[in-house]
């Protein structure tokens, strides 16, 4: 009785991280059944409420408390030395939703392989909802600025469901994964307007290519390989592209951009300005939010930039740092297999959207990647090894 009792919780638990990390998606389905204000802090909240009752306990693991207290003591100081205080405010705000909760939710066990197939369920809703209302939106409008979002939401069940195609023995299933694919792909290349997410998507794609290649060896040449030979074709790419005229938005708005000298859409300029406020704060940087006071609330655009402008170098090495060393270990290490896929799915969703877009504070992947990098696998594998003893 116990173990059917622990499993069902623990099926809650796969459910309930699987809503979390679909938000996007279920956001999205009910603004067009029943649109209300403010669903993500509902969403939000009736999730972590459903976990503490069905769990019956409210745990701090020691991971969730070193990362809170970190941030806490960050927003504390910027509090007192940012004069307009009104980006600390709403980041704060911002980090309970996507960072505290993210985390805290996180902290129970959950079934990696359900995850993945809660979330491809919930694609495929959405992806009806892609068919029946925002195709029909993004062929209809000529600003193409909310496709962003939209590609980056696209990414995340894409990316599971890719994933998850490997596990599932259903025909039914396998299907639907292939129409579901295939509609989305449609959407992400040809009426997609991002760049961004067509290159996570790339990303993932090479980083899955290379987990079949078992020599670390082999596998860190090949990705120089790769790096080098990616770099050297960007100018050929971009004189072709230059010059092409296609049905694909996000070709057709790069090809724009590389006429009108401007690939970077503006970007350089915020660059070279957060470059500037790290070198006049370089111990201890500006506060959060200080860079969005002075640019009428734009971002830096980079993660790391905005490390180094809210909290100084040092804290920016350490924690870019970091980062890239998880990075390195989940795609080059020989740790097992479901901790890899889940840390890799959790970095396409967030590395490339937060190098060139977005902030931290509203990406919930991140702060969930930095807590299972923190927490690390030898728990896990305890825990694996008393759950085969108890059997």
Known sequence: MDEIKKKKVLNVNDLIIAFYLCIPMVTKIL???????????IL?????????????????????????????????????????????????????????????????????????????????????????????LVKASENLDFTMDLSYTVLIGMI??????????????????????IINLYYLIVLNNNRGSILALVIFII??????????????????????ISVFSVNFI?????????????????????????????????????IQMIDNNSLIGAGIGEFENEHQGQYTHNLFLQLGC????????????????????AIFNNIEKERKELLIFLLCQFLPRLFVSSVYWLNSFIWIFLYLSIKGEKKKENEIQRNVIED
């Open 31 to 41: 603004a067009t059944i029943m649109p209300l204000e403010n669903n993500i802090v």
């Open 44 to 136: 939000v909240g009736v999730l972590v409420l459903v976990s503490i009752l069905y769990n019956k306990k409210i745990v701090f693991t020691k991971e969730m408390l070193l990362i809170n207290i970190i941030v806490i003591i960050l927003f504390l100081i910027s509090f007192l030395r940012v004069i307009e205080n009104q980006y600390v405010i709403m980041y704060f705000l911002d980090y309970i939703l996507y960072g505290f909760s993210g985390i805290f939710l996180a902290q129970n066990h959950f079934e990696y392989k359900n995850v993945l197939k809660y979330i491809s369920i919930i694609f495929v809703f959405f992806t009806i909802i892609l068919v029946y209302k925002y195709i029909p």
């Open 207 to 228: 980083i899955s290519g290379l987990q079949k290649i078992k020599k670390k060896k082999n596998k860190v040449i090949l990705c120089i390989i790769s790096i080098v």
């Open 310 to 329: 809210e909290n100084g170098i040092v804290i920016a090495i350490i924690v870019g740092g970091y980062l890239i060393l998880c990075f390195y270990k």
């Open 238 to 274: 971009f004189d072709y592209i230059e010059d092409i005229n296609t049905n694909i938005n996000w070709v057709n708005r790069l090809a724009f951009q590389i006429k009108q000298g401007n690939i970077s859409s503006t970007r350089d300029d915020l660059y070279q300005d957060a």
């Open 160 to 181: 599971a469901m890719l994933i998850y195609f490997k596990y599932t023995k259903k025909a039914i299933f396998k299907i639907l994964t292939v129409v579901t694919i």
